[in-house]
Nanobody, 125 residues
Framework: VQLQASGGGLVQAGGSLKLSCAAS????????MGWFRQAPGKERGFVAG????????RYADSVKGRFTISRDNAKDIVSLEMNSLKSEDTAVYYC???????????????????WGQGTQVTVSS
């Protein structure tokens, strides 16, 4: 599976960006999709995720109320709407996918089998 992310860029603090990620194929019958991010000098961390049905989402505390994740299963696309961006949101954002084997959205790095190449988001203050 190849995950192709797009939509990153440079934005001023308080602005918005929308990331999208398309999967080249379906490896699992149902699967979780999500986003991680990694800032320079920091570990890769969970941002948001969504189950196959879309009935369950999960967000990192730092982005709750500002980011919204959604998916289009017909097109195998997951999107991340990012509003009220802060300088601390600056990072490389990675699209991920893994099998839906339990209730809810996992936040552990090791759960996700496939990772996209990453897209840079830079928020200027």
């Amino acid at each position: 599976v190849q995950l192709q992310a797009s939509g990153g860029g440079l934005v001023q603090a308080g602005g918005s960006l929308k990331l999208s990620c398309a999967a080249s194929e379906r490896t699992y019958s149902t699967y979780v999709m999500g986003w991680f991010r990694q800032a320079p000098g920091k570990e890769r961390g969970f941002v948001a995720g969504i189950t196959w049905s879309g009935g369950s989402t999960r967000y990192a505390d730092s982005v709750k109320g500002r980011f919204t994740i959604s998916r289009d299963n017909a097109k195998d696309i997951v999107s991340l709407e990012m509003n009220s961006l802060k300088s601390e949101d600056t990072a490389v954002y990675y699209c991920v996918t893994g099998p839906e084997v339990r209730i809810g959205v996992p936040s552990e790095v090791q759960f996700y089998d496939y990772w996209g190449q990453g897209t840079q988001v830079t928020v200027s203050s």
